[in-house]
């Protein structure tokens, strides 16, 4: 998921630099969504996995 959002943020930025703004906008918004959302993810997990380990011990 990361890869994807660094994938729109590059896509975002070259889009700037050519003037297409309302392209770069748009996938700046989907690289930010994408990037929170892969923390999200990440932070769930690591709880998930903090409470499973505390479980078997």
Known sequence: MLKWALIFFLISVVAGILGFTDIAAGTR????????LAIAIFVLFLILGLVA???LL
Do not use: P
């Not at 918004?29 to 929170?36: C, M, N, R």
């Open 53 to 55: 380990g505390e479980a």
């Open 29 to 36: 918004t989907i690289a930010k969504w994408l990037f929170f």
